[in-house]
Antibody, heavy 120, light 111 residues
Framework: QITLKESGPTLVKPTQTLTLTCTFS??????????VGWIRQPPGKALEWLAL???????RYSPSLKSRLTITKDTSKNQVVLTMTNMDPVDTATYYC????????????WGQGTLVTVSS | QSALTQPASVSGSPGQSITISCTGT?????????VSWYQQHPGKAPKLMIY???KRPSGVSNRFSGSKSGNTASLTISGLQAEDEADYYC???????????FGGGTKLTVL
């Protein structure tokens, strides 16, 4: 049974750096073809892909946010960490992590999401 | 503005069929058979309904089907049920630089 759960601050101030952790179970991020991605959703708006890290440490980022994002993994802890610098109120959103597997690009298991509000 | 274009809303009566379109470009939908569709109920995480254009994950009803023609992918739901009322998002691989793009979402209302 694959599960993922996001954790991190619910409130950050403008210009601060956000650090979110995705803790998962039921799969290994050292298995060929497996990845973990981050997707966010501002209130009432659409999904937006942020970043993806694969079992071989290949990392992919949204071109529009690449300069602000860093994704890393700790295979021994079953965790993936996303950092986003220089937070702005427009970054207020629910942040999801999701499992990508099976060789194709699909997000087949999702965490429950965590709402992050950016406000002074 | 989302990279993939979806209608903002569609509606249908129970038992009917509806189709949601997802229009991209030759750099994403048109070039790769890596289109997926997600269902999202209010306050819930998205759920994978279709992957690789037309494949259904285990446990997803066969009332859901996907297809693609040129730069446009489509999700069809047949035999509409009240529980199908939700937001639906398409997603596509977009090459090694852009990588992943989502659509703007479509709100399905079951009348």
């Amino acid at each position: 049974q694959i599960t993922l759960k996001e954790s991190g601050p619910t409130l950050v101030k403008p210009t601060q750096t956000l650090t979110l952790t995705c803790t998962f179970s039921g799969f290994s991020l050292s298995t060929s073809g497996v990845g973990v991605g981050w997707i966010r959703q501002p209130p009432g708006k659409a999904l937006e892909w942020l970043a993806l890290i694969y079992w071989d440490d290949d990392k992919r980022y949204s071109p529009s946010l690449k300069s602000r994002l860093t994704i890393t993994k700790d295979t021994s802890k079953n965790q993936v960490v996303l950092t986003m610098t220089n937070m702005d109120p427009v970054d207020t959103a629910t942040y999801y992590c999701a499992h990508s597997g099976g060789g194709g690009l699909r997000f087949d298991y999702w965490g429950q999401g965590t709402l992050v509000t950016v406000s002074s | 503005q989302s990279a993939l274009t979806q209608p903002a809303s569609v509606s249908g009566s129970p038992g009917q069929s509806i189709t949601i379109s997802c229009t991209g470009t030759s750099s994403d939908v048109g070039s790769y058979n890596l289109v997926s569709w997600y269902q999202q109920h209010p306050g819930k995480a998205p759920k994978l309904m279709i992957y690789e254009v037309s494949k259904r994950p285990s446990g997803v009803s066969n009332r859901f089907s996907g297809s693609k023609s040129g730069n446009t992918a489509s999700l069809t739901i047949s035999g509409l049920q009240a529980e199908d009322e939700a937001d639906y998002y398409c997603c596509s691989y977009a090459g090694s630089s852009t990588y992943v793009v989502f659509g703007g979402g479509t709100k399905l209302t079951v009348l």
